[in-house]
């Protein structure tokens, strides 16, 4: 039989939190008919001030934690987990924004489509009455986690959902603020597990929100960010990488297209676009193949293969990270090449006004080479790391096989010399 543990996490929600209470154990009915034989109401008081943990405890089916302290919306979902002891674990906030009403449907979306969680998204048309602020920062903040996991979702910070309660050792760890949500939904979709959503409705909440936009929203996004550079660093540290070989690419694009027109001289804008593009060529080569290299310590921690991120076999040519040491040394070569060249075009008096450009694309196309060199070196040796167990079990499976080949060998010349 099916058991849903539904967690409310509380802190100083004496206006709203009998209301939510009955609306949750008025849902078993629903929850019945949809599959889910047994349901739990878990209410973790979160050291509130207020009347918040008298008012759970006269609630006959609600079952009380307590915290003798505030220690976040987090740690208050996270001891109600602990205790819960249904397959599946629900949750949602005791304000009464979200329907509890739908945790039906939740479940039944679960088992059609063999979910391991399911989210309850409030951006996929039901009717919301988020505000317009908040509507926007949750856009924002689905639109990067779709981004940085290559994989779509409408919703990450959404506080109402079900999971099996046999991933949690995947999802952890989380955080102990309000962060918990989206944090929770970067780790799902970069470990792989079948994230699906279910539109639900949207409500004005009850009582003052704790929520602080500015605050919270940067939380939010830095949160989304650090999870994924566990997992795939090269997502989105080569995202940043790409935009900024982009910008670089842009204008030395237009540094030839001004050449050709004839245009010998440029100004002070010109001048620092040159030196902002050399800045951010090196920087962009810095930043991918730091994600490059992070991806094998991610891989070399956690002996799983390299994932690929934004860089792989799709791009025709096998893995970029292989190429690195001949297009190091081809930028390091041409570099070298117009250095010299432009020292002996000083030596025939060129001036300093038609040589500085070349000495800067030199400089630019060197230390680009130097970059990707030493990428490409420490991926080989973090490559070679990451598969030295492989290969010694390899090889201690053929040693193995030689000395029982060796030792049949013996045994037989034994026999047949006792044959003769």
Sequence with gaps: MTMLSVVIPAYNEEGGIQDIMARVLA?????????????????VDDGSRDRTAELVQAQKGARLLQHAQNGGYGAALKTGFAAARGEWIGFLDADGTYPPEYFSQLYRTAVEQDADIVIGSRMA???????????????????LVSIISARHVSDSASGMRIFK?????????????????PVMSTRALHEHLNVVEAPIPYSERVGRS???VVRDGMR????IIWTALYYNPVRPLGIVSVVALLIAAAIGAGLIVTRLNGVSTIGPLGVFSLFSALILAVGGISLLGLGINFNYFVALFHKTPVRQGLFGRSLGFGRLDYHFGWLGSISFVLGIILGAFSLVMASLDWSVAKLWLY?????????VGIQLMIAWVQVKVLDALRVRDQLIAEDMRGMKQKTSEFTGDRILNTELAQIQ
């Design 210 to 212: 704790k929520l602080s």
């Design 27 to 43: 849902i078993r009915g629903g929850l019945a008919q949809a599959g889910v034989g047994e349901m739990e109401l878990i209410v």
């Design 165 to 181: 309660r046999n991933i949690l050792e995947q999802l952890y760890p989380l955080p102990d603020g309000l962060n918990l949500t």
């Design 359 to 367: 000495y800067l694309v030199s400089a630019s196309l060197i230390l």
């Design 220 to 223: 939010f996004a830095q949160s």
């Design 125 to 143: 048309g039901a009717d919301s009455q988020m505000p317009f602020v908040r509507r926007v920062g949750n856009m924002i903040f689905a639109k």
